[in-house]
């Protein structure tokens, strides 16, 4: 399964998992190796420890609750609210679409075109530099 995904979505460097028996077995591990992937084993009993995982389950059920109360996935609101969710910056700074593919994906709100340049980072960090300096004490 983990071969069909590595050439679409990257390989990752660390791979955080809870301790079942489908990950926690010698060929997955052997599996992950060669790719040079750290896979992390967290307690599947005790939530806390696998904060990221929970977190991202929440969201993904909020979004179910408030987009699809039938539970039917299969919808334009699901898609379109799935889109925004993957496009949302984390604490890093950068969405789970910039991580994965380099550059956000194309919102269903309405963005200026100049946000989806490879550099905008890059710029918005010069401007904050521009700013910060104007700012200091002289």
Known sequence: MFCRYFPEVR??????????PQFA??????????????????SPHYLQSNGHAEAAVKSVKYLILKTAPSCNIDT????RGLLELRN?????????????YGLPFRPCVPAHPESFS?????????????AAARAAPV
């Open 11 to 20: 390989v990752p460097l660390r791979l955080r998992k809870d301790g079942g």
């Open 25 to 42: 077995s010698a060929d997955f591990q052997n599996f992950m190796e060669p790719w040079g992937v750290h896979h992390v084993v967290t």
């Open 76 to 79: 334009e609101d699901f898609a």
């Open 88 to 100: 949302a910056p984390n604490f890093t700074g950068r969405s789970l679409a910039q991580h994965l």
């Open 118 to 130: 490879a550099d905008w980072h890059a710029k918005m960090e010069d401007c904050d530099r521009r």
